[in-house]
């Protein structure tokens, strides 16, 4: 496994270096197709919060998919140790997700889920009349609160429920925006509790 470490706004050793290799080096116990992990270090010139000055991305490659974590402490060695154990966190979940799926409890499939489904677990929430709008650039915003905007595009292929969960444990996210094989539908599958999931599909008209 190659591990690759570039820095940001701050330099590192070559002790850091083989202190980050000989950490990582317990990922493979996890997953043994990890062929590459990149480590970002990036340090704020004028932090905010001392305690978050320092953040670590890790981004782990093998031949399925890729594995991404991020932690901010006050200095590498700490954001290193956080994010280390949210990507072996998320390596125990899909591996045992994995586990689980060889076994008898085969995931429900896509059009099962929706068919359980609730209709009072509608995201949609009716707004209050007195809620005030307001323009910020060429959007339209409700209410006061802070606008985040960031734009992704990522290529996709059509994928089981069964991928679609397995992708977002690796992620770390809490949900997961995927095209369903069956139904051929815009879908996404969300957590709930636990290892308790829903489902939400778009019907094209």
């Given at each position: 496994m190659d591990v690759v470490v570039s820095a940001r706004h701050c330099e590192v050793t070559d002790r850091f270096r083989e202190h980050v290799e000989d950490k990582l080096g317990r990922l493979e116990k996890h997953d043994h197709r990890i062929i590459r992990v990149d480590v970002t270090v990036d340090k704020e010139v004028r932090p905010r919060d001392p305690e978050r000055a320092v953040r670590i991305e890790l981004t782990a490659r093998s031949k399925g998919p890729i594995v991404r974590a991020e932690a901010a402490a006050e200095d590498k060695m700490a954001?290193?140790?956080l994010?280390?154990?949210k990507m072996t966190s998320q390596m125990r979940k899909a591996a045992d997700r994995r586990k689980v799926h060889r076994g008898h409890a085969t995931p429900e499939s896509l059009g099962q889920a929706m068919a359980r489904s609730r209709p009072d677990e509608?995201?949609?929430?009716?707004?209050?009349?007195?809620?005030?709008?307001r323009k910020v650039g060429p959007m339209t915003v409700t209410g006061d609160g802070p606008l985040v905007v960031r734009e992704k595009t990522?290529?996709?292929?059509?994928?089981?429920?069964?991928?679609?969960?397995?992708?977002?444990?690796?992620?770390?996210?809490?949900?997961?925006l995927f095209v369903d094989k069956e139904s051929e539908q815009p879908s996404v599958v969300y957590r709930r509790r636990g290892y308790d999931y829903g489902v939400i599909a778009l019907e094209l008209s």
């Open positions: 954001a290193l140790d994010a280390l154990d509608q995201a949609a929430e009716d707004l209050d009349d007195t809620v005030v709008e990522h290529a996709a292929s059509p994928m089981t429920l069964d991928q679609a969960l397995y992708e977002m444990e690796l992620v770390g996210h809490d949900f997961y």
